[in-house]
């Protein structure tokens, strides 16, 4: 090359205002995308404002930088190349296969009226400040691809959508997302696809939050609320959720639903939903093994955890009920089904407006740590179990408004060890239907009618406990084969009557 001869040009010009046939720098520039793609050796393309319509085809690397004020009117279509897009809106979708490294930043991206507004396959991309207005069916769809986002938000476009995002077989990170309008999913993540969600805001929810199958989800600082089905739905997915802010939702909504897996929920803020704020079962192929720490849930006349299936541990929970009903509603904690194994490490439960704890149909629960307060029915009941392990240690029940601080029926095998019952109106302590309760170093104290009662073929022993300020200390219907053992080392203050 002579001394004379410039070099060749990598950066081209491009006006709607401009020319094809022009050399394509700053002061003749070419008048389509496509044209200046075309040029030999265009690594950059710089766009003047204006509107181009046309759908380029990207098949090099190449960097495209918007003056401000630029739209392409058509579907962008990417291959296996390093590609970046700067300030150029796109009205029309981008479709992205095997891409090397695509960034898009501080732009927004419209769906055509059939397609989704991103379509990335086998490829590497990164999402800056970017806002995209859905189509029919997916917003953005990743598969079998790695993306990372800042700052995305996924909108409505022209008319209701499906999702927001789907993730297949991918690897998703998303930091600072908003999301809202979709009818199924705001952000689904499925077929091992690994999900992460931080700083997210999902307003106006109209289906689900967010929708995990069979896949890896890890989420913190997420706030969802809205008029939709239910906050987040994990299926045979395994999570690990942080700083959760969901509800309010409308009644006949869930908080978080989950099917099978291994989670963690911690650090959270629930607000009622009408059928329970979480609900915990097994999926057909995986048991539910979950951990709910630290967490607050409102949950108002309806339940606040309802739990069939699976391993369920809660540590320092707090549930808040309404402390104003006055009709019997849910049992803030419901643990029910021959699957079901609870663990309670500790809980403070207040104003449920049914129990604050309820054990049914052979579920096992060993329950330690919790302070149950105000309960319109009852502080915690244990019904119709048998054959799973079952206690209640180091917990106290205070100030129910109807029936027994702890109610035992037809359970076996029952043990109380370090529990403190004051002011309800049955009993501090009720074993009926054929219930089997041992009691040591417990407390029951100001029970209207009964300290500890046992009816109905019900066995109850009680040692180093102290009961006074009921009409009856201790009561045993001896004439149906019910009875309370003196196990030594009692203080009995009021009418006593012990079988046999």
């Known amino acids: 090359m002579g001394p004379n ?22 002061a003749r520039p070419m008048r389509t995308v496509t044209r200046a793609l075309s040029a030999p050796g265009a690594a950059a393309v710089v766009l003047r404002p204006g509107r181009y ?24 279509t990417i291959g296996a190349v390093v590609a970046s897009f700067v300030r150029v809106d796109i009205d029309g ?41 859905c189509g029919p069916e997916t917003c953005l769809q990743v598969g079998t691809s790695t993306l990372a986002a800042v700052g995305l938000v996924l909108s409505p476009g022209r008319g209701e959508h499906k999702r927001g995002l789907r993730a297949e077989t991918s690897s998703v990170t998303l930091r600072g997302v908003r999301a809202h309008g979709a009818r199924i999913a705001q952000l689904q993540a499925s077929a ?36 939709g ?14 700083g959760l802010e969901i509800g309010p939702l409308p009644n006949d909504a869930q ?63 707090r549930l808040i009920g309404n402390p104003s009903a006055t009709s019997d509603g849910e ?54 179990s048998a054959g799973a392990a079952l206690s209640i240690v180091s917990s106290r029940v205070s100030d129910c408004k109807q029936g027994s601080g702890i109610a035992v029926r037809n359970a076996l095998e029952v043990t109380l060890e370090d529990v403190e019952v004051t002011r309800c109106p049955e009993a501090g ?18 029970n209207r009618q009964y300290g500890v009662a046992a009816f109905g073929q019900s066995s109850l022993t009680v040692s180093g406990s102290t009961v006074r300020g009921s009409k009856w200390a201790a009561f045993a219907s001896c004439a149906d084969g019910s009875s309370v053992v003196d196990g030594g080392n009692n203080t009995f203050e009021g009418a006593t009557t012990l079988c046999p």
């Open 192 to 227: 091992r696809a690994h999900l992460t969600v931080l700083d997210a805001t999902l307003p106006e929810l109209v289906g689900n939050g967010i929708v995990a199958n069979d896949s890896f989800l890890t989420g913190a600082r997420i706030r969802i609320e809205g008029r």
């Open 331 to 384: 049992d803030a904690i419901l643990c029910s089904g021959e699957t079901a194994d609870l663990v309670v490490e500790s809980a403070e439960i207040d104003a449920p407006a049914g129990f604050g704890i309820g054990v049914y149909r052979d579920a096992g629960a060993r329950i330690t740590g919790a302070v149950v307060t105000r309960p319109r029915l009852g502080g915690i009941i244990i019904d119709d």
């Open 93 to 133: 979708g981008l479709v992205v296969g095997g891409a090397k490294n695509l960034s898009l930043s501080s732009l927004t991206v419209r769906s055509s009226s059939t397609s989704d507004a991103i379509a990335l396959a086998d490829s590497v991309a990164s999402l800056t400040d970017v806002e995209l207005f």
């Open 429 to 446: 302590l009720l074993v009926a239907l054929g219930g089997d309760v041992v009691v040591g170093r417990s407390k029951f104290l100001m």
């Open 229 to 242: 089905n239910t906050g987040i739905i994990l299926s045979a997915s395994d999570a690990d959720l942080s």
């Open 5 to 26: 001869v410039p070099p060749p040009r990598t950066t081209f010009f491009v006006s709607p205002q401009g020319d094809d046939e022009a050399a394509g720098d700053e």
């Open 53 to 76: 319509v046309e759908s380029p085809t990207i098949a090099h690397d190449v960097a495209l930088t918007g003056e401000g004020g630029v739209v392409i009117e058509g579907t962008i």
């Open 255 to 317: 908080g978080i639903g989950i099917l099978g897996g291994k989670v963690r929920i911690a650090d959270s803020h629930l607000v009622r939903a009408g059928v329970a704020a979480i609900v915990v079962n097994d999926h057909r192929e995986r048991r539910a093994d979950v951990v709910i720490e630290r967490v607050v849930i409102e949950h108002g006349s309806a339940t606040g955890i309802q739990h069939g299936q699976g391993a369920l541990l809660l540590r320092a929970v």
